[in-house]
């Protein structure tokens, strides 16, 4: 009986901070609120993240799926898939080789080891929206290869395109 | 009288724990875009909804992890904890049987794939939670009762 009653005055307590919480989020983030309401939340986050990657990965060059592809065609140039070992087994770009941020950070030079530093490299992740293949290509710029760009529509946009794929499972 | 070791243990959970929602909810409130990202990458919510969840979630995380480090009304404190670290919960497992990889937006760190790791780190708040809230409830329920037994008979 007690502990029901209990239960009833945490409940209670628990809706006031659950009010407060609200009111103080609603005001501070009504914009973010607005936004999402009106249903131009989606393109508003799209917009802020290529303003955050712009400052964060301004030293990277990018290409759409149109160019990558044309490079692709050409033969020459090295495919990066940044994604972990297990969505690269799955399915990948073909002829590309894995190189996760993690395992980039891990091997440092030597996870690229015997590849000249003007090579053309074309580093890609997931999807639009994922930064691996920023970070990757950062970090091979870093390491002075002078050639890497980042493929930004990412390998779903590669693989519904219908351009070659493969697995290594 | 001196505090006995259960309830410096108590306590000190409760510290750790309201902390750890305090980051959590802080890390949110600075990078709300972000945040709101996560949210719409779970597909969970209607787009129209999801600028509020992401509006006043950081919040609430941030209040109650306050208040709970405070001692502040803790067992309510815990109880919204439990329950959003629940629906959390809730949220990733369904994501994971959809196969979808999505950042989790965990909180704590950004950039991690929703998965067995993060699934379990919230299970253990679940767990957490739950323990120090039933902990907390039969305190307060067994107070009164030591109470009188205390008071003496006239």
Redesign the interface.
């Known amino acids: 009986m007690?502990?029901r009653r209990?239960?009833g005055?945490?409940?209670?307590?628990?809706g006031?901070?659950?009010l407060?919480?609200?009111v103080?989020?609603?005001w501070?983030?009504?914009q973010?609120?607005?936004?999402?309401?009106t249903?131009a939340?989606?393109a508003?986050?799209e917009q802020?993240?290529q303003q955050r990657r712009q400052v964060e990965f301004q030293g990277v060059k990018t290409l759409n799926l149109p160019q990558t592809y044309e490079i692709f065609q050409g033969g020459q140039a090295l495919f990066v898939d940044a994604r972990?070992a297990d969505?690269y087994a799955e399915l990948h770009i073909a002829g590309a080789v894995n190189l996760s941020p993690d395992l980039l950070e891990r091997q440092g030079d030597r996870a690229l080891a015997g590849i000249p530093r003007d090579r053309r490299i074309v580093v890609y992740c997931?999807l639009a929206?994922c930064?691996k293949a920023l970070e990757v290509a950062e970090k091979l710029q870093s390491l002075k290869f002078t050639e890497v760009s980042a493929f930004m529509d990412g390998f779903r946009a590669w693989d519904e395109a219908g351009y070659p794929a493969e697995t290594s499972e | 009288m001196r505090p006995e070791f259960p309830a410096i243990l108590r306590r000190l959970l409760e510290i750790i724990f309201g902390a750890l929602f305090c980051y959590a909810g802080y890390l949110k409130l600075l990078h709300?875009?972000e945040f709101?990202?996560a949210v719409?990458?779970y597909q969970l919510l209607p787009?129209?909804?999801?600028?509020?969840v992401?509006?006043?979630?950081?919040?609430?995380e941030?209040?109650?992890g306050i208040?709970l480090a405070l001692g502040f009304?803790r067992?309510?404190?815990l109880?919204?904890l439990g329950?959003l670290s629940g629906i959390f919960l809730l949220a990733m497992l369904v994501t994971l049987a959809r196969g979808l990889?999505i950042d989790c937006g965990c909180g704590l760190f950004f950039?991690r794939?929703v998965g067995l790791a993060p699934i379990l780190e919230d299970g253990l708040m679940v767990f957490w939670a739950a323990g120090l809230y039933y902990w907390e409830?039969m305190v307060?329920?067994a107070a009164?009762a030591l109470a009188a037994a205390a008071r003496p008979d006239f």
Do not use: Y
């Open positions: 007690l502990s209990l239960l005055q945490d409940l209670a307590w628990a006031v901070i659950l407060l919480a609200a103080l989020g609603i501070q983030q009504w973010l609120v607005r936004l999402s309401w249903g939340l989606p508003h986050l802020q993240r972990d969505e997931g929206n930064n | 709300t875009d709101a990202e719409l990458a787009p129209g909804l999801v600028g509020l992401a509006a006043v979630l950081p919040g609430l941030l209040a109650a208040f009304k067992r309510s404190c109880m919204l329950f990889k950039s794939q409830l307060a329920a009164p």
